[in-house]
């Protein structure tokens, strides 16, 4: 075997490895697509005015606001889910404008919002917000 023949095939076997790091990845955030945000606002209702403030401040900020929801995350407690590696600091910017802006409204110092990375098959511009 030639030098070109085994680097080929050492090529040729590093091939799925690497093809599954890139899959694990996720994709990239394309440059100018806006972040999507739903927020949940459980247990206040979606149209509760604190909540309400909330979604027109982060749409001034730039920022994709979905109608929100009344959903509650019982199990996992407030936070900002995000899904791609590439979207961890946008969903810590997010935490910590939710957050400023909750703090002088009385919010329990235990309840911060904090990133939080989940699985799933969402858009990676996609970002959850769980208020309570």
Not at 34 to 51: A, L, N, R, W
Not at 67 to 85: I, S
Request: with cysteine; glycine share 10%; aromatic share 6%.
């Amino acid at each position: 075997m030639t030098v070109i023949q085994r680097t080929i095939l050492a090529l040729l076997l590093c091939l799925p490895g690497l093809a599954q790091a890139r899959a694990q990845a996720g994709p990239p955030v394309a440059a100018g697509m806006p972040y999507v945000v739903f927020i949940h606002s459980g247990p206040k209702q979606s149209d509760d005015p604190v909540v309400k403030r909330l979604a027109v401040m982060l749409a001034k900020q730039g920022y994709s606001v979905r109608e929100p929801e009344n959903d509650q995350d019982k199990v996992g407690g407030p936070g900002v889910d995000y899904f791609a590696d590439q979207a961890k600091a946008k969903a810590q910017d997010l935490a910590d404008a939710v957050n400023g802006y909750l703090g002088p409204l009385g919010q329990d110092a235990s309840k911060k919002l904090q990133p939080r990375k989940q699985s799933g098959k969402s858009p990676p511009n996609y970002l959850g917000i769980w208020l309570y």
